[in-house]
């Protein structure tokens, strides 16, 4: 009987400290609950195409974005992205000559982050 | 919230289906409902046979070619089970045995419930920092578990390398890795099918925290054995639960291992116990059942984990010396009742299907591989050349190793009152002491600080006994003094032992640094095929080895830029260093082009500068702590 009870107790503790750490993952594993960050990628890597996503996990929901070609800028905008939202721009430029770098920047608050391609 | 729910109860029905039921059954067929187990045994037991069968019957469906899936699973067991029922009915009456003495009083039993709640409290507590799939180890090992659950079948054990021939960079065919063994990878696979959790969530570290749980009672009831003719062998078994449980929760190989993914490791630490434990019973109660399945738990570790196998032959040689020694010439009168047990029907029937499921069925990886040349030889390393007795004494934590080397002593000198106890222990201890200490007397060739922590269950069983021998069977002392006594020296044990646990919890460790490596590992996994070559970082990327988990494309895929001391090895290829820290210069270059590398992913902190100025570039994904590069054909 008391063998039982040795078991049983270890049963409860087991379940109930595996449960916890299981919410525990599963909120460290959340993108957005209780994070600050925010990632920018080029929709299509592979390719010439200058299309962008802006992917927030970030308390800040407001972001200014700048095309820049060989570091001259040539367009730019604003956007509201939610937390835990994506936004994807496609950008319509037409560009004069090859053999230019063309930078994506993406401002919000005091962070800066860049892609860019040389094309 | 509601899914939360039911996903955390589907996996406590998975657990409960394959990690206890089919042990439980195969005790019931053994045993039938005698009283020759207690219910902490049985528990205990059922769970670390359940392991070995779950292993056998996916690498059977594996061999009749049947998918390993969720169905397979469960029919099979049902079928074990089924089979396992019969075995009980046609044998039910001869039930009657001698029952298992291990009640305890009310007082112990509140003891070891206080030791179980302070022993999973402090495990809970630490992996609450580290509970997220971030363990390097653990991400190679759910590979291959992913590998199962996704193909059904059981894999190759094969990676693809960067090789250099004659100046020229490629890359190789699969050649078969030596590291893994399957039994480290089937039952996660089938929780995983079963419960319909991913690898990459909490399930693979909860499972070894139970694994590690289930360990711990494994050396609580061989010592509740080992010790049983002792007036005081509850009170050692239930020191070791406080030693084992609370004192060595995180430090030497428990907790860290856990978090770590250390499953080898993990595994036999549970598996050898309970090998010790089958053995010791069918010796001492000259018990043939208790015999065969020491040699299925033997059998099962040698799928499971080879330094575990390695190390349990080594200290079973030992063992067999020690008695022995002990013995004198009743050594070999012993031995004829051994063979008594050995040509028993039961055991010669397990021998027979060991060997039949050896040859015929599957034979563990580093057999097949003759990967056993690669551990036994002079020391190749400085790591395998042996520790010192100070980084000994820092493996086992200074105190507790003081009260071990007490207990070795005192079984030493007392071995007389308990011949087999004491060989056991003593051949336990010395052997993993020799191969840790002093690899090249038994010319051996294994990392000595992987050795060395086998050191602290043997030293568990004997720093128990030291304590209790001290202070429980010297009845000329004045009481008060060995009360006073005893306390200061727990005191010193605890606080030895609770201090470096203590440095074992780091709060620092639990951030999300892995979401980012996570988020990058999905957009490759949709971005890029199977032609695209990525490689990565592993010096500043956190829980790099969790991207293949994503890619699935092989197992050293994506390549890695490994610890940078690490290319200080003249045979090592330096392509995946070059590719990294010097993307710009001639040898890079051509490592690009003969291995087809294209994408590069790096931590921007570190290593963005030497990328970013370079026109044959595209930096492509850019995050806080993920800088991605891509290299277009020209």
Redesign the interface.
């Given at each position: 009987?008391?063998?039982?009870?040795?078991?049983i107790?270890?049963i409860i503790?087991?379940?109930f400290?595996?449960?916890?750490?299981?919410?525990?993952?599963?909120k460290?594993?959340d993108?957005n609950a209780?994070?600050n960050?925010?990632?920018?990628?080029?929709a299509?890597?592979?390719n010439d195409k200058l299309n962008f996503i802006i992917?927030n996990?970030s308390d800040e929901n407001n972001f200014h974005w700048e095309i820049l070609s060989s570091k001259k800028k040539i367009q730019e905008g604003e956007a509201v992205i939610k937390k835990g939202s994506v936004l994807q721009l496609n950008p319509n430029l037409t560009l004069a000559s090859e053999n230019k770098?063309i930078t994506i920047l993406v401002i919000s608050k005091d962070e800066k982050?860049?892609?860019?391609?040389?094309l | 919230m509601l899914n939360f729910i039911f996903n955390q109860i589907l996996f406590y029905i998975s657990i409960a289906v394959m990690l206890f039921i089919p042990g439980y059954f195969l005790l019931l067929a053994i045993f039938g409902k005698s009283k020759i187990l207690s219910a902490l045994e049985k528990f205990t037991l059922s769970f670390g046979l359940s392991i070995i069968a779950i292993d056998i019957i996916l690498i059977l469906l594996d061999k009749f070619r049947l998918s390993i899936n969720a169905n397979s699973i469960l029919f099979s067991l049902i079928a074990f089970i089924i089979l396992c029922y019969a075995v009980f009915l046609l044998r039910k009456e001869k039930s009657a045995e001698n029952s298992s003495d291990s009640d305890y009083s009310k007082k112990q039993t509140s003891l070891i419930i206080l030791i179980i709640f302070f022993s999973i409290l402090i495990r809970a507590f630490f992996l609450s920092h580290t509970i997220a799939p971030t363990g390097t180890d653990l991400g190679h090992h759910m590979y291959w578990t992913k590998k199962i659950i996704e193909t059904g079948k059981i894999p190759a054990y094969e990676k693809i390398e960067i090789i250099q021939k004659d100046n020229v960079y490629s890359i190789s065919q699969p050649s078969a890795i030596d590291d893994f063994i399957i039994g480290e990878h089937l039952v996660f696979a089938s929780i995983g099918l079963i419960s319909k959790n991913d690898v990459a969530s909490a399930f693979p570290s909860i499972t070894l925290f139970l694994i590690n749980i289930m360990g711990m009672f494994s050396l609580f009831i061989l010592a509740e054995k080992l010790f049983s003719s002792l007036s005081y062998g509850k009170n050692i078994a239930i020191t070791v639960l406080f030693f084992v449980g609370a004192l060595f929760a995180l430090s030497g190989s428990q907790g860290n291992f856990i978090s770590g993914g250390v499953i080898g490791n993990l595994l036999g630490n549970l598996l050898i116990p309970l090998i010790f434990y089958f053995f010791f019973r069918a010796i001492s109660e000259k018990n043939s059942a208790f015999f065969s399945l020491g040699i299925f738990t033997s059998f099962g570790l040698a799928y499971t984990h080879h330094l575990s196998t390695f190390i349990f032959a080594f200290s079973l040689i030992f063992v067999l010396f020690f008695i022995l020694l002990f013995k004198g010439k009743e050594f070999f009168l012993e031995i004829k009742k051994w063979l008594a047990l050995i040509f028993s029907p039961r055991v010669l029937a397990i021998i027979f299907l060991g060997v039949i499921f050896f040859f015929f069925v599957r034979m563990p990886g580093y057999i097949e591989n003759q990967a056993v040349k690669t551990i036994v030889g002079e020391p190749s390393r400085s790591t395998k050349a042996g520790l010192s007795l100070a980084q000994i004494f820092s493996t086992v934590g200074e105190s507790r190793a003081t009260l071990g080397i007490i207990g070795i002593i005192l079984l030493l000198v007392f071995f007389k009152k308990n011949k087999y106890q004491s060989a056991l222990i003593l051949g336990w201890f010395f052997s993993i002491f020799i191969m840790s200490w002093k690899p090249t007397l038994l010319h051996i060739d294994i990392p000595s600080s992987r050795i060395g922590n086998y050191l602290i269950f043997p030293i568990i069983l004997a720093g128990a006994f030291a304590i209790n021998w001290i202070f429980e069977d010297r009845h000329y002392l004045n009481r008060n003094w060995k009360l006073s006594a005893f306390l200061i020296l727990i005191l010193y044990v605890s606080t030895g032992g609770f201090m470096s646990e203590a440095q074992s919890i780091n709060p620092k460790k639990s951030n999300s640094n892995f979401i980012e490596t996570f988020a990058i590992s999905k957009y490759l996994k949709q971005k890029t095929t199977a032609e695209d070559i990525i490689l990565k970082d592993h010096n500043y990327v956190s829980a790099d080895s969790w991207m293949k988990v994503f890619l699935m494309r092989d197992y050293n895929l994506p390549f890695t830029r490994s610890f940078l001391f690490r290319y200080d090895s003249p045979t090592r290829e330096q392509c995946t260093l070059w590719m990294i820290s010097q993307p710009k210069s001639s040898e890079a270059k051509k490592c690009f082009t003969q291995t087809g590398t294209n994408f590069i992913i790096i931590n921007p902190h570190y290593d963005s500068s030497q990328f970013s100025d370079s026109k044959e570039f595209w930096k492509i994904y850019s995050s806080d702590l993920i800088g991605t590069y891509y290299k277009p054909k020209k």
């Open positions: 009987m008391k063998n039982k009870a040795i078991i107790t270890t503790f087991f379940i400290s595996a449960s916890s750490l299981a919410w525990i993952e599963k460290q594993s993108e209780g994070k960050w925010w990632v920018l990628y080029f299509e890597p592979k992917e996990h770098k982050k860049e892609i860019y391609k040389n | -």
